[in-house]
Structure formats: C-alpha cells, structure tokens
C-alpha cells in the first residue's frame, strides 16, 4: 500500500520492557517525524530524521532511540518502558514542508 | 528551539458562526506555519498553510493570516458546519532544519 504506515496500531507492555514502534513510508521522503501525543500537550517531538543514517533529538528524546538505516523505515525503541511513555505515537514524513501522519500507535505501558 | 503557543484550548461555537484559533511562535528565523485538523480516533491532516511572505491566505471557509513583526498567526473558519468539530494544531517550522513544532491544539465544538 502506498503511505505511511505504522505498526502496532496497539500495544501493551510491561514496565522495563524493551518495545519497537514501526513505521514505514512508500514515497521516499527525506524527512521522517515521530511524535507522541499526550492530552494537553498537542504533539511533540521525539527524534527526527533528514535522510537515511542522518538522526537528530526533538523536544522529548529521553528514553527513546531512533535508527534510519533505510530511507523508507524509522523505527522507535523504548529501550525500557515506564508508566509515563503510555502515549499515542505518531510517525511523520514529508519531503520539504507538508508532513503526511501514519495512523498512530497507541501504547500502553502497565 | 521554537516554541508555539496555542490559545483558546477549547473552543464551542454555534453552527454558521466564526471560529477563530491564535498562535504565537517564538523563533523569528521559522518560515512556514501549517495548521493540522485531527479528527477523533484520526491522524492529523494538513488543512492549509502560510509562508512568511504571505500574509494572508484563504481556501473555501478556511482562512490563515500571519502577522511576522509579532510572530503571531491565526486561523479563521466561517459558516462553521458540525464537520469542523475536531482538534486543530498550529505548527511552525523553519527551513534550515525542517522540524515541525506544534501547538497544544484547540478542540472545536460545532453546536447544531
């Protein structure tokens, strides 16, 4: 299928578990976003990428690690999950200015 | 970093009225100022966008203006239909590193 997409849609985890939030996109975009959702802070930044192998930290990096070994692919690991990264993520591409959204993973860490 | 400040956080208005969302932005070197509407249980999609050349842009019942001097920019719909009633996010970006910074959101009520 042609877009982003992103996998798990949902996912429920243990404390201190490690988990991996995929997202693969099928335009070749340069530039791939994560983002986490939390009610009354509207979407931050996570880590984001400008190209394959090029990654860089957004507002709320901590806790999380990001590679970029192909273009079309950006996956988020939780290297040890808490309570607090119990959230709705949001994986993002764009090739200059509009940022196309994947459908979210909702995770659930308990 | 940039810093986007979104007012009101909520925001119920009755069906054929205005709505009106206000963002302030904080780094004058950002350039271009998406708005995103996210439906309930939907991703955010982009809905219309202004350049820092641009004042003013429209698109149907939906209008943006951009103040650059004070670094503040909102969005304007009219004749509200109950199909507006949805989250919407203001976002700032510049072009030399191309992230994306957005607002808290306002959640828009249409009240038939």
């Known amino acids: 299928d042609a877009g982003i997409t992103q996998s798990p849609r949902y996912k429920i985890t243990e404390t201190g578990r490690q988990v991996t939030l995929m997202c693969h996109q099928t335009?070749?975009?340069?530039?791939m976003f994560w983002y986490r959702q939390d009610l009354g802070h509207g979407l931050r930044l996570i880590y984001y990428?400008?190209?394959?192998?090029?990654?860089d930290k957004g507002e709320v990096p901590d806790g999380y690690v990001v590679s970029r070994s192909k273009t079309e692919n950006f996956p988020l690991t939780l290297e040890s999950a808490t309570r607090s990264q119990t959230s709705v993520y949001f994986c993002?591409?764009?090739?200059?200015?509009?940022?196309?959204f994947g459908q979210g993973t909702r995770l659930t860490v308990v | 970093g940039e810093n986007v400040e979104q007012h009101p956080s909520t925001l119920s208005v009755q069906e054929g009225d205005s709505a009106v969302i206000k963002c302030t932005y904080s780094?004058?070197?950002?350039?271009?100022f998406p708005w995103y509407k996210q439906e309930l249980g939907k991703r955010p999609q982009l809905i219309i966008d202004?350049?820092?050349?641009?004042g003013e842009k429209k698109d149907q019942r939906i209008a943006v203006t951009l103040n650059k001097t004070a670094k503040h920019f909102s969005l304007h719909i009219t004749e509200t239909q109950p199909e507006d009633s949805a989250v919407y996010f203001c976002?700032?970006?510049?072009?030399?590193?191309?992230?994306?910074?957005f607002g808290a959101g306002t959640t828009v009520t249409v009240r038939a």
């Open positions: 993002a591409s764009g090739a200059g200015t509009e940022a196309f």
């Open positions: 335009w070749s975009h340069s530039y």
């Open positions: 990428s400008a190209a394959a192998d090029i990654t």
């Open positions: 780094d004058s070197a950002s350039n271009y």
């Open positions: 202004i350049r820092s050349n641009v």
């Open positions: 976002a700032a970006q510049h072009d030399n590193d191309y992230k994306l910074s």
